[in-house]
């Protein structure tokens, strides 16, 4: 089970960070990925993360303002968000990656339940 917070009504500029809390022991052992949905669009890529942290990827929407991170040891993934704009405005999914391109949302098995955010002008 995958459950996000942190999301909120953030001016633009601002900063957010979401959370992804996962439980099961086999948690970590995933890579894990963040991705966004807007009203009338399809959900995408935001961001990916080895099972070790070791790797990390980014959509370039959000490259050098978005941070994916994680901590096995608390079974919980992050998402600090900077700078942030208007059209960053969706809700936040984290989501265990299965197998496959890692910016396919099918190559996903678990999502959460997500968490809005919304950035004002």
């Known amino acids: 089970q995958l459950v996000e917070s942190g999301g909120g009504l953030v001016q633009a500029g601002g900063s957010l960070r979401l959370s992804c809390a996962a439980s099961?022991?086999?948690?970590?052992?995933?890579?894990m990925g963040w991705f966004r949905q807007a009203p009338g669009k399809e959900r995408e890529f935001v961001a990916f993360?080895?099972?070790?942290?070791?790797?990390?990827y980014y959509a370039d929407s959000v490259k050098d303002r978005f941070t994916i991170s994680r901590d096995n040891t608390k079974n919980t993934l992050y998402l600090q968000m900077n700078t942030l704009k208007p059209e960053d405005t969706a809700i936040y999914y984290c989501a265990a990656h299965l197998t496959g391109t890692y910016y396919a949302t099918s190559a996903y098995a678990y999502w959460g339940q997500g968490t809005q955010v919304t950035v004002s002008s």
């Open positions: 993360i080895t099972w070790n942290g070791a790797r990390t």
């Open positions: 099961g022991r086999t948690s970590s052992r995933y890579g």
